[in-house]
């Protein structure tokens, strides 16, 4: 017999939690065809609210729910990565408490599986209910990433993705502190199938993902998956000094020829704004992969746990 690891992050769901979990069940009667078994995860990511209490009175009707409580929150990608370590399953499937993924794909995905694919993930082909300008940033996001990095990072791809245990060791593998896992997911490779399906908004409670929380998020994953920014400097750099070079030989000649005198400060001033601020942007850059270098040199745990059932 097989069996099927759902690993579940939580952050403040208390109404969630067990509406997940019948949601679940209703479309797990697959399971008992493909002669499967099921183990649910709910990591508690430092929830402030019910959480906890609320999954452990599901541990207590149903043994194949596990808990695992972390000390604070430590963020999805953290939680995520405790699900993956602590999942038995050959197959592992990652999802979101909210039902924003929806539970109805789990037979597709797994007949995918059966087919012969290591993963099949997940991406939303319409953003509704989402506010405009967060969807406008999001696509630039994902065509910037496109130019500048060599990882596959797919547009719209949500977290919900189906795996065989070969993947799952491939992502544990990847010990990295700043983790951006739909980078990781594509760095690792192996056949993915990508199902598409439209948005589904929340079914309870709120998102913990702001406007400047995913702008900082999308930081961390340019910086985790790109080394270009940091040849902008060198490409700047060369820019400047061609334009300098050029403005030097037409001054010397205007004076040769024409014998006017050079003028102007305020040529003068906006061109040391300019320069000056171009080289804070560089030094900010720098500064970015420096301070990812040196969390990553410091090797703290990716989490900690504070209670596990
Ligand atoms: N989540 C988490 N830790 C956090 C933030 C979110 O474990 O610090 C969980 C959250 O409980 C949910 C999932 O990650 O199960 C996705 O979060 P959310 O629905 O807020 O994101 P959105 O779907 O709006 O992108
Ligand atoms: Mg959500």
Same mark, same amino acid.
């Given at each position: 017999?097989?069996?099927?690891?759902?690993?579940?992050? =939580?952050?403040?769901?208390?109404?969630?939690?067990?509406?997940?979990?019948?949601? $679940?069940?209703?479309? =797990?009667?697959?399971?008992?065809?493909?002669?499967?078994?099921?183990?649910?995860?709910?990591?508690?990511?430092?929830?402030?609210?019910?959480?906890?209490?609320?999954?452990?009175?599901? =541990?207590?009707?149903?043994?194949?729910?596990?808990?695992?409580?972390? @000390?604070?929150?430590?963020?999805?990608?953290?939680?995520?990565? #405790?699900?993956?370590?602590?999942?038995?399953?050959?197959?592992?499937?990652? &999802?979101?408490?909210?039902?924003?993924?929806?539970?109805? $794909?789990?037979?597709?995905? *797994? #007949?995918?599986? !059966? !087919?012969?694919?290591?993963?099949?993930a997940t991406r939303r082909v319409?953003?509704?209910?989402?506010?405009? /300008?967060?969807?406008?940033?999001?696509?630039?996001?994902?065509?910037?990433?496109?130019?500048?990095?060599?990882?596959?990072?797919m547009d719209g791809a949500r977290?919900?993705?189906? &795996?065989?245990?070969?993947?799952?060791?491939?992502?544990?593998?990847?010990?990295?502190?700043?983790? *951006?896992?739909?980078?990781?997911?594509?760095?690792?490779?192996?056949?993915?199938?990508w199902?598409e399906?439209?948005?589904?908004?929340? #079914?309870?409670?709120?998102?913990?993902?702001? *406007?400047?929380?995913?702008?900082?998020? @999308?930081?961390?994953?340019?910086?985790?998956?790109?080394?270009?920014?940091?040849?902008?400097? @060198?490409?700047?750099?060369?820019?400047? =000094?061609?334009?300098?070079?050029?403005? /030097? /030989?037409?001054?010397?000649?205007?004076?040769?020829?024409?014998?006017?005198?050079? @003028?102007?400060?305020?040529?003068?001033?906006?061109?040391?704004?300019?320069?000056?601020?171009?080289?804070? *942007?560089?030094?900010?850059? $720098?500064?970015?992969?420096? #301070?990812?270098?040196?969390?990553?040199?410091?090797?703290?745990?990716?989490?900690?746990?504070?209670?596990?059932?």
């Amino acid at each position: 017999m097989g069996l099927l690891s759902v690993v579940v992050p =939580c952050y403040n769901e208390e109404e969630s939690v067990s509406l997940f979990y019948q949601e $679940l069940l209703k479309n =797990c009667s697959f399971l008992a065809e493909k002669n499967l078994e099921l183990e649910l995860l709910y990591i508690d990511d430092g929830s402030k609210d019910r959480t906890a209490e609320e999954v452990k009175k599901l =541990c207590g009707k149903d043994k194949r729910v596990h808990l695992i409580s972390f @000390s604070r929150n430590f963020g999805k990608e953290a939680a995520m990565y #405790a699900g993956l370590e602590h999942a038995k399953g050959d197959y592992v499937v990652l &999802m979101d408490v909210d039902l924003q993924d929806p539970p109805s $794909l789990l037979p597709q995905m *797994f #007949a995918y599986i !059966e !087919e012969g694919y290591t993963s099949v993930a997940t991406r939303r082909v319409s953003r509704k209910g989402e506010p405009p /300008i967060r969807s406008f940033f999001a696509r630039m996001f994902y065509r910037l990433m496109k130019k500048i990095s060599r990882t596959e990072i797919m547009d719209g791809a949500r977290d919900y993705r189906m &795996m065989t245990r070969q993947m799952v060791d491939a992502i544990l593998s990847m010990q990295e502190y700043n983790r *951006f896992t739909k980078g990781i997911f594509g760095w690792v490779g192996f056949e993915t199938k990508w199902l598409e399906y439209e948005n589904v908004e929340r #079914a309870r409670g709120e998102t913990k993902w702001n *406007f400047w929380r995913l702008l900082l998020y @999308s930081l961390d994953g340019i910086t985790a998956f790109s080394t270009v920014p940091l040849m902008l400097a @060198s490409f700047v750099g060369v820019f400047f =000094c061609v334009i300098a070079f050029a403005m /030097i /030989i037409f001054i010397i000649v205007r004076k040769l020829i024409f014998g006017d005198p050079v @003028s102007g400060w305020p040529s003068l001033v906006c061109i040391i704004l300019m320069t000056s601020g171009v080289q804070f *942007f560089c030094t900010g850059i $720098l500064g970015q992969y420096l #301070a990812k270098a040196y969390m990553e040199v410091k090797r703290r745990p990716i989490y900690l746990i504070k209670e596990e059932l």
